[in-house]
């Protein structure tokens, strides 16, 4: 079963800061890894899906890369607000296709 | 329009209880998703219908019912549940099974008391 792991659990930057993201999984043959944004007891928002032969997709302010060879995805925020604070939620699928499995999340707060 | 609705919002129950939970997304997706997510844990994958016909079941228990009455609407059926039950349910769909992105409804956060 794929595994996926990230880090750091927790971050807290001030506003305006760059900042990075990162997603680990142990299954090198993925199909495809989503983004995801998700606050507080609410629904799970998509911030961006890679496809496995893709390396990078940009909206707006973030930037996600995929590395396939070395099990790695990494999520960038620029320019970060107060309003990006929320759990991030990286997502790989297997090469059955159905099955999203998710890390435990990071948990981003940006302090004005 | 990317948009997956669910209601109700909230659901409290009793064990004895029957409920039912409610989905509905019109971006044309024929795959539809039911996860589980307890507090401060990732979503756990439920049900999978692809083409309104269950293609995945993650040995989920039978107090849990799914239903796909056409392409458009996904429901799931509560009946007998148990506190530990109490958790946010989510609903998602995707053009097909296979990797799409799936896009979230908000979810039901249900209380089983």
């Known amino acids: 079963k794929q595994e996926v792991t990230q880090i750091p659990a927790a971050l807290s930057v001030p506003e305006g800061e760059n900042l990075v993201l990162n997603c680990s999984f142990t299954?090198?043959?993925?199909?495809?890894l989503q983004w995801f944004r998700q606050d507080p007891g609410k629904g799970l928002t998509s911030l961006l899906l890679?496809?496995?032969?893709?390396r990078e997709q940009t909206s707006g302010r973030l930037n996600a890369s995929l590395d396939k060879s070395s099990g790695r995805s990494t999520l960038y925020i620029a320019a970060s607000q107060p309003g990006d604070s929320a759990t991030y939620l990286c997502?790989?699928?297997?090469?059955?296709?159905?099955?999203?499995?998710f890390g435990k999340g990071t948990s981003l707060l940006v302090t004005p | 329009d990317t948009e997956v609705t669910q209601t109700p919002k909230h659901l409290v129950m009793g064990m004895t209880n029957k409920k039912s939970l409610k989905c509905e997304q019109h971006?044309?997706?024929?795959?539809m998703y039911w996860y589980k997510q307890k507090a401060k844990k990732p979503p756990e994958l439920m049900f999978v219908?692809?083409?309104?016909?269950?293609?995945i079941n993650e040995s989920v228990p039978s107090r849990f019912s799914p239903e796909c009455p056409n392409s458009s609407l996904l429901n799931l059926h509560l009946h007998a549940l148990q506190p530990e039950d109490s958790a946010l349910y989510l609903c998602?769909?995707?053009?097909?099974?296979?990797?799409?992105?799936?896009?979230f409804g908000p979810g039901t956060r249900l209380t089983v008391t």
């Open positions: 219908y692809s083409y309104e016909k269950l293609s």
């Open positions: 971006m044309g997706h024929r795959a």
């Open positions: 997502a790989a699928y297997s090469n059955s296709g159905y099955a999203l499995n």
């Open positions: 998602a769909s995707s053009h097909v099974i296979g990797g799409n992105e799936q896009y």
């Open positions: 890679i496809q496995s032969s893709q």
């Open positions: 299954d090198s043959a993925i199909y495809n």
